[in-house]
């Protein structure tokens, strides 16, 4: 994908490094338990749960940017020089770029709308943790965005394993990743992501996972729509990278290796083909209107 230079003005820093375990932010591309579960199999998950419990912090509120983490601004005294951030890596300077061209694409897309938009901030890991507005996040959970300070926590190593454990390589995979967590930010500017932590809070698990599948998926549309805005920027080979990213990072995908078998119930951002399904609506249409998840079947 051909990305223009980051702008000099974005909201770019690094986070600063928290200790002990904390909450994670909404949205988190693989999801803090089919992650852990991969990794530590299902003894890992039952850990991590129990944790929680001590803790008094709810499990669902970890997949969907709620729970009781402490909400505390990102303690990174302010946004810090983009170039000298950005430039610290190549992997950063890709992350940068993608990031500044969802900030100009939905800018745009909002002010055509006649709304108001406001841009997300983007912390970079310089250690295992950060501090975020969620609480301290641990980078293993994978990029996430935190909507109590509106910002996105990205770890560049995650790409590694996203290339080379999961087959999705390419920089348009990597950028599909930045973009999807932007359209976490696009549901908090819409309240989306309000709307559906209330009813969460009121539903089972079952029927709170189902919600989180329906939001994760329309972030999965937005990033589409971010890909059709810049449709004249992709390359040959870019919309496969994206879908084989997609199908890679579906529920019943990590589950099948975790564990070799699926729980559809416990899906918290949706299978494969589902992924796929809505990246791929959003790329077509280039709407965001078509993006509504949380009618019919999805």
Known sequence: MRLDDYDNDINVGEAQPGGGFGGGGGGLLFGLLPLIGSRFGCGGIVVVLIILAVLGMNPLGLL???????VTRSADSGQQNARQICEASPERREACQAFSNADNTWEKIFADSGQRFEAPGLRFFVGNSAQSGC?????????????PDRTIYLDTRF?????????AKGDFARNYVIAHEFGHHIQTLLGTSDKVRQAQQAAGEAEGNALSVR????ADCYAGVWAAKNRNRLEPGDVEE????????GDDTLQREATGRVVPDSFTHGSSEQRMRWLRRGMETGDPAQCDTFSGAI
């Open 64 to 70: 969907t940017g709620g729970g009781n983490a402490p």
């Open 135 to 147: 609480g301290v996040a641990q980078s293993a959970v994978g990029p996430f965005y935190c909507p």
């Open 159 to 167: 790409f590694d394993e996203l290339a080379n454990r999961f087959g």
């Open 215 to 218: 939001l994760e998926l329309q």
């Open 242 to 249: 994206g879908m084989t990213a997609a199908r890679a990072i």
